[in-house]
């Protein structure tokens, strides 16, 4: 009994040395390749680290990232406001614009005719050739999140603008302030960040439901569907 008790002992251990064994060969092996992948793409000249997507900074009139945040106090704002104007449901206003009421559009018209400022740094972004941003990368991938904020907030006051024209009849308007969003969108997919590229998809979505809606409700004239294309 002793020694089978033992030869139990003894087998028992060899087969967690064994275990113990593979766990350490599989994890050196897959650190192995995990550091030949990030010296492949090192050697393509792309960036392994967050802190390497760093670059040298633009003159603030240059870059599109310095204008969009110039508007980020006004469409925060309009984001706040959207919460006291009765009758919106932000799922509304992106996903089924032709359930907003007249007195909603008309609310959400008063208060964006009141703050036009914003829109003029918006479409200075939209101008721009470059978009660079200006974050502190050792702070790591949180800093992103303020940056993709203001891009939600500027969609939101985009859309409501376009909707608000649409329903005052002014279709080529309205087809204009979308055609804004796309330029803003495809600005921003200049940031090589796939989180920032991914929210650019969602906020084109955006301006496509809006856009679909102004075609649908409102007349507009060829020029204005042709300056459209171009931008798309």
Same mark, same amino acid.
């Given at each position: 009994?002793?020694?089978?008790?033992?030869?139990?002992?003894?087998?028992?251990?060899?087969?967690?040395?064994?275990?113990?064994?593979?766990?350490?060969?599989?994890?050196? !092996?897959?650190?192995?390749?995990?550091?030949?992948?990030?010296?492949?793409?090192? &050697?393509?000249?792309?960036?392994?680290?967050?802190? +390497?997507?760093?670059?040298?900074?633009?003159?603030?009139?240059?870059?599109?990232?310095?204008?969009?945040?110039?508007?980020? +106090? &006004?469409?925060?704002?309009?984001?706040?406001?959207?919460?006291?104007?009765?009758?919106?449901?932000?799922?509304?206003?992106?996903?089924?614009?032709?359930?907003?009421?007249?007195?909603?559009?008309? *609310?959400? &018209?008063?208060?964006?005719?009141?703050? @036009?400022?914003?829109?003029?740094? %918006?479409?200075?972004?939209? $101008?721009?050739?470059?978009? !660079?941003?200006?974050?502190?990368?050792? +702070?790591?991938?949180?800093?992103?999140?303020?940056?993709?904020?203001?891009?939600?907030? =500027?969609?939101?006051?985009?859309?409501? !603008? #376009?909707?608000?024209? $649409?329903? !005052?009849?002014?279709?080529?308007?309205?087809?204009? #302030?979308?055609?804004?969003?796309? #330029? %803003?969108? /495809?600005?921003? /997919?200049?940031?090589?960040?796939?989180?920032?590229? %991914? *929210?650019?998809? =969602?906020?084109?979505?955006?301006?496509?439901? =809006?856009?679909?809606?102004?075609?649908?409700?409102? @007349?507009?004239?060829?020029?204005?569907?042709?300056?459209?294309?171009?931008?798309?």
């Amino acid at each position: 009994m002793k020694s089978a008790r033992n030869r139990s002992i003894v087998v028992l251990g060899l087969l967690v040395m064994f275990i113990v064994g593979i766990v350490v060969f599989t994890a050196a !092996r897959k650190r192995s390749s995990v550091q030949r992948m990030r010296e492949d793409l090192r &050697g393509a000249g792309d960036p392994v680290l967050f802190t +390497e997507y760093a670059t040298d900074p633009i003159p603030d009139e240059e870059n599109g990232y310095y204008h969009l945040m110039q508007s980020s +106090e &006004g469409v925060r704002a309009f984001s706040d406001a959207l919460l006291g104007i009765p009758g919106i449901d932000t799922q509304v206003l992106f996903g089924v614009p032709s359930d907003l009421s007249p007195q909603t559009l008309d *609310s959400l &018209g008063k208060w964006l005719d009141e703050h @036009p400022e914003m829109f003029e740094d %918006l479409r200075q972004a939209a $101008a721009s050739n470059k978009y !660079r941003p200006d974050i502190d990368h050792s +702070e790591g991938y949180g800093v992103v999140a303020t940056d993709l904020s203001v891009l939600r907030s =500027a969609t939101r006051a985009i859309v409501a !603008r #376009a909707l608000v024209l $649409a329903h !005052r009849g002014n279709g080529d308007e309205a087809l204009e #302030a979308c055609g804004l969003g796309f #330029a %803003l969108q /495809q600005l921003m /997919q200049n940031d090589p960040l796939l989180v920032t590229y %991914l *929210s650019t998809i =969602a906020a084109q979505d955006s301006f496509l439901v =809006a856009v679909d809606h102004i075609l649908r409700t409102c @007349p507009t004239s060829q020029a204005a569907r042709d300056e459209l294309d171009e931008v798309l």
